[in-house]
Structures are given as structure tokens and as C-alpha cells.
């Protein structure tokens, strides 16, 4: 079992910059790939990023490349994304996920979740 708590969301501006963190914990949790995504209202969960275990992978969805980068700290097991030049259309709730293995972009692929957090982006 894998636990993720995200923190860091929060109320910005336009071109305004935020950092997302997500803490992992539990048996391994420092080997699997991890990713963000995010859901915005009336919408479907959106791949955002996501980056291998060992941080020697890394892939962005196409809105995302160039804004966006993901990161993580494997002795705090901690992943982050940074958020810069942030769109209203980047209003979401942002989940962390991890899964065992490679890379995807699909949600049904990751076996574990946090409980999300909030980015509004005020225009």
C-alpha cells in the first residue's frame, strides 16, 4: 500500500506560478513512477506529468511542456510540480498518482491516489 497527500494548491493569478507537493509513503513507495493529473469541473481526470522512480523519466502532456515541470526528492519521497505561466484553463483539482513500472498517461493504469488539491487561476 502506497499513501499520497498533496498540498500546495491554492488562488493565483494569471502568469502566476504555484507548487504542488505530494508526500508518499508506505512499503516501496519510493520505486514507483509517479504522476499528476488533473480534473476540472465537468470534466474528465487529465494526464499532466509524470516521471519514473528514479527521475531518469519524464513525460508531459502537450499543454503542459514548457509550463510545467515535474520533480522529485526520492530521500523525502516527495514529488512536485511546478506551475509557471499559469492559465484560467489550469483550474483543476491536481492529483498525485503512482504506479508500479513505466510511464503512462492513463489513469486507469495507477493503482494509488491522493485526496487532490485545489488550483484556481483567476484571469
Known amino acids: 500500500q502506497v499513501q499520497l497527500v498533496e498540498s500546495g494548491g491554492g488562488l493565483v493569478q494569471t502568469g502566476g506560478s504555484l507548487r504542488l507537493s505530494c508526500i508518499a509513503s508506505?512499503?516501496?513507495?519510493?520505486?514507483?513512477?509517479m504522476a499528476w493529473f488533473r480534473q476540472a469541473p465537468g470534466e474528465g481526470r487529465r494526464f499532466v506529468a509524470a516521471?519514473?522512480?528514479?527521475?531518469?523519466?519524464?513525460y508531459y502532456a502537450d499543454n503542459q511542456k514548457g509550463r510545467f515541470t515535474v520533480a522529485r526528492d526520492v530521500a523525502k519521497n516527495t514529488l512536485y510540480l511546478q506551475m509557471d505561466s499559469l492559465r484560467p484553463e489550469d483550474t483543476a483539482v491536481y492529483y498525485c498518482?503512482?504506479?508500479?513500472?513505466?510511464?503512462?498517461?492513463?489513469?486507469?493504469?495507477?493503482?494509488?491516489w491522493g485526496q487532490g488539491t485545489q488550483v484556481t487561476v483567476s484571469s
Open positions: 516521471l519514473t522512480w528514479d527521475a531518469s523519466g519524464s
Open positions: 498518482a503512482a504506479k508500479r513500472g513505466g510511464l503512462s498517461i492513463f489513469f486507469r493504469d495507477y493503482d494509488y
Open positions: 508506505g512499503r516501496d513507495a519510493s520505486s514507483y513512477t
